[in-house]
């Protein structure tokens, strides 16, 4: 096998993800998953694994921030019609995470890693405008480094066997995970009462997933690189008191951002009138400086706008978050 100068496998089949001699089939001691609140990726399909070393674990005592054994590999795979890019994640030895692009050909029949600085509009017929952007690997820093943990989709509350959506078919839950041995310390009330977004309505669950998978990597109240006092980012440890915290840092709190239309200074999100919530005039926007997320989409996530919409609707006006 072939490696760049950081140690990362020039081909995709050299990182561990398929089976010696069967083309491109999935190794059987790799763990397929999906998290209930996925990343919006304009619409590509996605497929994950995740790999832990014979005889590692997991480290769950802190179940908002798991402890990933060196050794442990993620893979992400994107697809418009056709495999473009799968995206790799390990841990080494030392501790330290590396990050990955690897772009497919044409005819799938191999992925070469991207250079370091990423490629921009490859060509991509499925995709939006016909053109797909590969990530440099500071982006992917961006991303997972903001988190609590490194790795992102893989925890209590995205593989929650409570789900707002459906697992694949092969797809490892944490009930399995237990069965399994490949967790310990996981807090046992995590099994017997699987975890659940606090919320006042299936509509505000789902909201609040979406803005936890979506966003909740940047802002959260761990270190958050973002550079607002946002929240974001669910806790499992704390249920109610987490939504809480997400309602106070947004509902009705001046955002720093400017509108266009010079109307001032706008709430984050303003109860019963999204129209006047910063949010989700960030979200709608695909204008480079002021888009969110600011990385990893050509275009709007139209579904995604609606259900921001239909939950800040629903808001009470009169109604402040509890202290």
């Given at each position: 096998?072939?490696?760049?100068?950081?140690g990362?496998?020039?081909?995709l089949?050299?990182?561990?993800?398929?089976?010696?001699g069967?083309?491109?089939?999935?190794?059987p001691?790799?763990?397929?998953?999906?998290?209930?609140y996925?990343l919006?990726?304009?619409?590509?399909?996605?497929?994950?694994?995740?790999?832990?070393?014979?005889?590692?674990?997991?480290?769950?005592?802190d179940?908002?921030?798991?402890?990933?054994?060196?050794?442990?590999?993620?893979?992400?795979?994107?697809?418009?019609?056709?495999?473009?890019?799968?995206?790799y994640?390990?841990?080494?030895?030392?501790?330290?995470?590396?990050?990955?692009?690897?772009?497919?050909?044409?005819?799938?029949?191999?992925?070469?890693?991207?250079?370091?600085?990423g490629?921009?509009?490859?060509?991509?017929?499925?995709?939006?405008?016909?053109?797909?952007?590969?990530?440099?690997?500071?982006d992917?820093?961006?991303?997972?480094?903001?988190?609590?943990?490194?790795?992102?989709?893989?925890?209590?509350?995205?593989?929650?066997?409570?789900?707002?959506?459906?697992?694949?078919?092969?797809?490892?839950?944490?009930?399995?995970?237990?069965?399994?041995?490949l967790?310990?310390?996981?807090?046992?009330?995590l099994?017997?009462?699987?975890?659940?977004?606090a919320?006042?309505?299936a509509?505000?669950?789902?909201?609040?997933?979406?803005?936890?998978?979506?966003?909740?990597?940047?802002h959260?109240?761990?270190?958050?690189?973002?550079?607002?006092?946002?929240?974001l980012?669910?806790?499992?440890?704390?249920?109610?008191?987490?939504?809480?915290?997400?309602?106070?840092?947004?509902?009705?709190?001046?955002?720093?951002?400017?509108?266009?239309?010079?109307?001032?200074?706008?709430?984050?999100?303003?109860?019963?009138?999204?129209?006047?919530?910063?949010?989700?005039?960030?979200?709608?926007?695909?204008?480079?400086a002021?888009?969110?997320?600011p990385?990893?989409?050509?275009?709007?996530?139209?579904?995604?706008?609606?259900?921001?919409?239909?939950w800040?609707?629903?808001?009470?006006?009169?109604?402040?978050?509890?202290?």
């Amino acid at each position: 096998a072939a490696f760049d100068e950081s140690g990362l496998p020039v081909h995709l089949r050299d990182t561990g993800l398929y089976a010696d001699g069967h083309g491109l089939q999935i190794r059987p001691n790799i763990i397929a998953f999906t998290p209930q609140y996925p990343l919006w990726s304009d619409g590509a399909s996605k497929r994950r694994w995740l790999y832990l070393p014979p005889g590692a674990q997991i480290d769950a005592r802190d179940a908002d921030a798991w402890e990933f054994p060196p050794g442990t590999k993620l893979w992400k795979e994107f697809a418009h019609d056709r495999a473009i890019e799968t995206r790799y994640i390990e841990r080494r030895l030392d501790g330290s995470w590396h990050y990955a692009t690897y772009v497919w050909n044409a005819d799938g029949s191999d992925a070469l890693l991207v250079p370091a600085r990423g490629l921009r509009g490859i060509p991509a017929a499925a995709a939006p405008g016909g053109q797909y952007d590969l990530p440099a690997r500071v982006d992917c820093l961006a991303c997972h480094e903001g988190a609590a943990v490194p790795v992102l989709g893989f925890s209590a509350l995205q593989l929650s066997t409570a789900r707002d959506a459906a697992p694949g078919l092969n797809d490892v839950d944490l009930r399995g995970l237990v069965a399994r041995g490949l967790i310990r310390n996981l807090p046992p009330e995590l099994l017997d009462r699987p975890p659940v977004i606090a919320a006042a309505s299936a509509t505000e669950r789902a909201a609040l997933g979406y803005l936890h998978g979506n966003c909740g990597h940047c802002h959260n109240d761990n270190g958050s690189p973002a550079p607002v006092a946002l929240v974001l980012a669910q806790s499992v440890t704390d249920g109610a008191a987490s939504t809480q915290r997400i309602l106070r840092s947004a509902l009705n709190v001046a955002g720093r951002f400017r509108p266009a239309t010079g109307s001032g200074v706008q709430p984050i999100i303003k109860p019963a009138r999204p129209d006047e919530s910063v949010l989700l005039q960030r979200m709608r926007s695909r204008h480079a400086a002021t888009q969110m997320p600011p990385l990893g989409t050509r275009t709007v996530d139209m579904e995604g706008v609606a259900l921001i919409t239909s939950w800040i609707s629903q808001l009470n006006p009169q109604k402040e978050p509890s202290q």
